[in-house]
């Protein structure tokens, strides 16, 4: 059993461009969420994917978007990159039915530096 | 609406001495509350986690957390520290029920030392 695994691990961009973080979810797993965890902070929840649709978002704007594809692999795309956007960004995946509280299993992060 | 305090940003004990990371939650409805730990350049590693029935839930490491309802309290324990316990350790709660499962609210994290 494959777990979560995020690419690239570390990533450079300059102010205004684009980015797009990758994400293979656990064998089984057909939900991803992705969290933004800027440094000495706690991870901030920005979306989630179920079965390729949108199924819940934090309080991040319209330039944060994703997609899922149907494997249940999913993208991060980041328009305008902005200073603030330089953080660490997990993947997680899950799979409804696991019982109450499903565990959510996490990559290990792509390190974003906007300069 | 969800939310996490955790208190002390940074908690360091001698190898042996007791671990104690507080957390207190808000939340509108029954909570899923979950800790994880969180070592240098990783991703997170759940500990434990509690979601209804036994209040005193032990996880992985030695490490145990109880549930408080009264407190809305879920702080961390482990009776003797290990040089390799040191990382940030983060408390989260979840009220999601349903399809969108797996959804977490976390505090700010606490950075755990341990000394030899």
């Known amino acids: 059993e494959t777990g979560v695994t995020q690419s690239p691990t570390h990533l450079i961009k300059t102010r205004g461009q684009q980015v797009t973080l990758r994400c293979s979810s656990q064998s089984g797993h057909n939900t991803v969420s992705w969290y933004q965890q800027a440094l000495g902070q706690g991870p901030q929840f920005i979306f989630q994917y179920y079965r390729e649709e949108e199924n819940g978002r934090g309080n991040f704007p319209p330039r944060f978007s994703g997609l899922q594809f149907p494997n249940y692999s999913s993208e991060l795309n980041v328009n305008a990159l902005e200073l603030d956007d330089s953080a660490l960004y997990l993947c997680a995946s899950s799979s409804p039915g696991q019982g109450e509280g499903t565990e959510a299993f996490f990559g290990q992060g792509t390190r974003l530096t906007v300069v | 609406a969800q939310s996490v305090t955790q208190l002390g940003s940074h908690v360091s004990v001698s190898e042996g001495a007791l671990v104690l990371l507080r957390c207190n939650y808000s939340?509108?409805?029954?909570?899923?509350l979950f800790w994880y730990v969180q070592y240098p350049n990783q991703g997170l590693q759940l500990l434990l986690k509690y979601t209804t029935g036994a209040t005193l839930v032990k996880g992985i490491n030695g490490f145990e957390a109880e549930f408080k309802k009264s407190e809305t309290s879920f702080h961390l324990t482990k009776p003797s520290a290990h040089m390799s316990d040191a990382a940030e350790y983060f408390c989260a709660v979840s009220t999601d029920r349903g399809s969108t499962l797996g959804r977490l609210y976390f505090g700010r994290g606490t950075q755990l030392t341990v000394w030899p």
């Open positions: 939340s509108s409805v029954p909570p899923y």
